[in-house]
């Protein structure tokens, strides 16, 4: 048997490719302002940095990081459930 | 509505902010504020709020521009001597941020015309230079329960307080007559430092700002001293006055009076 993994339903994507910091969190933001408490949002980037700001930023914030994955040589995937209005 | 991307650009440091956010950068945007006099006050003032995006900014000035305001009245410049104050102010906010709207009145501000021009505002700034205006701005905003924010200043002193009608106190229950026409010296007397205007105008900037966003504490029932000699700010508890004839429990004050009568401009 394979490893079993949970599968994360996701509710909302956003390409925030090609923006650096701090636009990367302010589009990330805007997009958990405009979910429900409880839903997910994954995120694909390319700016090295906000791969490490974005997630302080999010638990900074309140809101929850469930996972940051390089996905290839240039780009990241970030899950963030939303837990705080 | 959603935002631009250059809105995104132009706020982005105030989105990023828990207590800001998008929702919170929307209300300023909403937000309509009135702001008595185009002058040391009312410059700074009316600067932040157009960089903060404040969506309508009312601001009246019966006054053009002198040499002698340009040492403080940083919206003004010296292009502009002899320009009327609000339209000097207009195109400085303006063109700091087009997304402010700026609705200028060139009048005297008084009891017959101020209800009229607050009344479709949400806050209400104090930057006048006189007691007779500040009674009537205090007197309008209790009786039409618009949240004012007070400040003055004077050779190296100001004052800030945050006016919440029905939940505070009112500039009457801090002082509850004007000081007699003479006995407090004007700037044009007394003199005034310049930057310290800027202090005090950033700061009523900000309690206009929290008000907005509903976050913080406001300066309800408290005056704050800043003496930038000793550079000491100072606050001091103004409990609501029962008594207080215009917020209290039995107003003797329900009309707008005739502040002037007898009272020399300054």
């Known amino acids: 048997m394979g490893d079993v993994k949970p599968d994360i339903k996701i509710d909302k994507k956003i390409n925030i490719k090609g923006l650096v910091c701090p636009y990367t969190f302010v589009k990330a933001k805007l997009a958990v302002e405009d979910m429900e408490v409880g839903e997910t949002l994954e995120i694909l980037l390319d700016y090295e940095e906000a791969s490490r700001s974005i997630p302080k930023s999010m638990e900074d914030h309140g809101q929850k990081v469930l996972k940051v994955e390089k996905i290839n040589d240039t780009d990241w995937i970030i899950l963030i459930k939303k837990e705080k209005e | 509505m959603e935002f631009t991307e ?66 403080r009245q940083i919206a003004h410049n010296t292009e502009r001597l002899g320009m009327l104050k609000i339209e000097s102010a207009k195109k400085t906010f303006e063109s700091l941020n087009p997304d402010v709207k700026v609705i200028g009145t060139k ?72 000081p007699p026409a003479g006995l407090v010296p004007s700037c044009q007397e007394a003199g005034v430092l310049g930057a310290i205007t800027g202090v005090v105008g950033a700061l009523q900037a900000t309690e206009v700002l929290k008000l907005i966003l509903g976050k913080g504490e406001p300066l309800k029932n408290t005056l704050l001293i800043y003496d930038a000699l000793r550079v000491n700010f100072r606050r001091v508890k103004v409990p609501k006055n029962p008594d207080c004839p215009v917020c209290g429990a039995h107003p003797t004050i329900t009309e707008l009076q005739d502040y002037d009568a007898g009272y020399c401009r300054i």
């Open chain 2, 6 to 71: 250059d809105q995104l650009q132009r706020y982005s440091r105030h989105i990023i902010l828990p207590e800001v956010g998008g929702k919170g950068q929307k209300k300023i945007l909403n937000a309509k504020v009135f702001i008595v006099g185009a002058g040391g006050l009312g410059c700074p003032v009316g600067y932040y709020l157009a960089a903060a995006g404040i969506g309508t900014i009312g601001i009246i000035d019966n006054d053009t521009i002198e040499l002698s305001n340009l040492q």
């Open chain 2, 107 to 178: 009048e005297r501000i008084s009891k017959d015309n101020i209800k009229d021009l607050i009344k479709d505002y949400d806050i209400v700034v104090d930057g006048s230079d006189n007691f007779p205006t500040r009674y009537l701005v205090n007197d309008a905003c209790v009786m039409m329960k618009k949240p004012l924010v007070s400040g003055a200043i004077l050779k190296f002193e100001g004052q800030v307080t945050t006016i919440l009608p029905g939940e505070g106190h009112c500039y009457r229950c801090l002082f509850e007559e004007m």
